[in-house]
């Protein structure tokens, strides 16, 4: 079975610009997390997305925003990109709906955004 | 508030050796769930294992054992004869299971470096 698949895997913007990052879960998981990763603050959790309803936000700005869709794939964009969005942005995907007490994350290999 | 903690930010050991990566966690929930995963050089975050709060039982996996502590509100890990291919970053997660599971709150995270 394909694990979580997220492109691009690297990704070089410039600030003001905004970027799209992709991930496509394992086949059969309904549940799609986002996570970003800094030196500085570490993994943060941005949102979650199940059945295509955003069930979990973290406290990131309004320039953060993800969707997803009937086949479970989902995107976020980020607008109008800072210096300190650079990071690496993990997906994460579960069988189990968030409300379930049994779930299990399994996470992508990641996107790398620099922005210069 | 949920907040992990952990307290070393690198080990260094020789090939061999017996190696404890310390977590200790903050939550008033009195139902939630421990993570540990692994993140090698590549990046992708991978599952260790899921431990619920109230399961104090330890675990051991081939080389990988975990030992839960409830008093102390600490998870750590132990591996035994550690090998070069057990250097990457480790995480300690936490995820509260109120109304519906909360996203994953990650420590900061310890570099094991296993030296040969």
């Known amino acids: 079975k394909a694990g979580v698949t997220q492109t691009p895997r690297y990704l070089i913007k410039t600030r003001g610009q905004q970027v799209t990052l992709s991930c496509s879960p394992i086949?059969?998981?309904?549940?799609v997390s986002w996570y970003q990763q800094t030196p500085g603050q570490g993994l943060q959790f941005l949102f979650e997305?199940?059945?295509?309803?955003?069930?979990n936000k973290g406290n990131f700005p309004g320039r953060f925003s993800g969707r997803q869709f009937s086949n479970s794939r989902s995107e976020m964009n980020v607008s109008t990109l800072e210096l300190g969005d650079s990071a690496l942005y993990l997906c994460?995907?579960?069988?189990?709906?968030?409300?379930?007490?049994?779930?299990?994350?399994?996470f992508g290999p990641g996107t790398r955004l620099t922005v210069t | 508030a949920q907040k992990v903690t952990q307290a070393q930010t690198e080990i260094s050991v020789v090939e061999k050796e017996d190696v404890t990566l310390d977590c200790v966690y903050e939550?008033?929930?009195?139902?939630?769930?421990l993570f540990w995963y692994k993140q090698p050089p590549s990046g992708e975050l991978v599952f260790l294992i899921r431990?619920?709060?109230?399961?104090?039982q330890n675990e051991i996996s081939g080389r990988y054992s975990w030992n839960f502590q409830k008093s102390t509100s600490s998870f750590n890990f132990t591996i035994t004869a550690s090998q070069v291919v057990d250097s990457a970053v480790y995480f300690c997660?936490?995820?509260?299971?109120?109304?519906?599971?909360?996203?994953?709150?990650f420590g900061k995270g310890t570099r094991l470096s296993v030296i040969a």
């Open positions: 997660a936490l995820s509260e299971a109120r109304i519906g599971n909360t996203p994953l709150v």
């Open positions: 997305y199940f059945s295509e309803t955003q069930r």
């Open positions: 086949s059969g998981h309904r549940s």
């Open positions: 994460a995907s579960s069988l189990d709906a968030p409300t379930s007490l049994r779930r299990e994350q399994y």
């Open positions: 431990r619920n709060s109230f399961d104090e």
């Open positions: 939550t008033r929930d009195t139902t939630y769930y």
